[in-house]
């Protein structure tokens, strides 16, 4: 168990509608970085937050949005969404911006 | 930009043996991170082993070890004395000294018969 917790597990949304995935970072971590792993593939960078601030982002439209808050928990949201956007969404956190990234167990998203 | 490769998209290997899985990159940069990560069906990412490029001795945690051969850009991971619970997608992935954007190769299935 790394202490990184994601929720929900598995959440089913339709075409058009918006998503917020939240994760819980490790204690003492300051730093989450989001990954989209599609079915089949490896995961890819979405953003990173560090104290509270964008802190590099991926390929990604402005569609794909995030918060850090003060705990540095953080939130994913995910407007007008597409059916491509169905994958697991992996959340990690480390204890700065270089260090090795703690993984939590993703939320499964199904975009119907 | 930096791309990752797995060419094994499969492998098996029988309990106690030794396996290899290959992964190459493709890079400009000097100074980075490799990582070889398990992702069990429990979905969970664990890391397994790092390697920092700018050392030359091969990182081993364990049953595992790396052969980081930087001028060729190959980052092998060997696994020793193979266990049921190896059994797993293994992921290469790569990482600017200077960037926080981890870049994943598309994943080795290892299954470890008994």
């Known amino acids: 168990e790394t202490g990184v917790t994601q929720s929900p597990t598995h959440l089913i949304k339709t075409r058009g509608q918006q998503v917020t995935l939240r994760c819980s970072s490790q204690?003492?971590?300051?730093?989450v970085s989001w990954y989209q792993q599609a079915l089949g593939q490896g995961p890819q960078f979405i953003f990173q937050y560090y104290r509270e601030e964008e802190n590099g982002r991926g390929n990604f439209p402005p569609r794909f949005s995030g918060l850090q808050f003060p705990n540095y928990s953080s939130e994913l949201n995910v407007n007008a969404l597409e059916l491509d956007d169905s994958a697991l969404y992996l959340c990690?956190?480390?204890?700065?911006?270089?260090?090795?990234?703690?993984f939590g167990a993703g939320t499964r998203l199904s975009v119907l | 930009a930096q791309t990752v490769t797995q060419s094994q998209p499969e492998m098996s290997v029988q309990e106690a043996e030794t396996v290899t899985l290959s992964c190459t990159y493709d890079?400009?940069?000097?100074?980075?991170?490799l990582f070889w990560y398990k992702q069990p069906p429990s979905r969970q990412m664990i890391l397994v082993i790092r390697?920092?490029?700018?050392?030359?001795q091969n990182a081993t945690e364990n049953r595992f070890s790396v052969n980081f051969q930087k001028a060729a850009k190959s980052f092998s991971l060997k696994i020793s004395d193979s266990q049921l619970g190896d059994t797993a997608m293994y992921f290469c992935a790569f990482m600017k000294n200077n960037n926080n954007d981890m870049r994943f190769g598309a994943g080795t299935r290892l299954t470890v018969k008994p």
């Open positions: 890079t400009s940069e000097s100074n980075y991170y």
């Open positions: 204690s003492g971590h300051n730093t």
């Open positions: 390697q920092e490029a700018y050392k030359q």
């Open positions: 990690a956190s480390s204890l700065s911006q270089k260090n090795i990234q703690y």
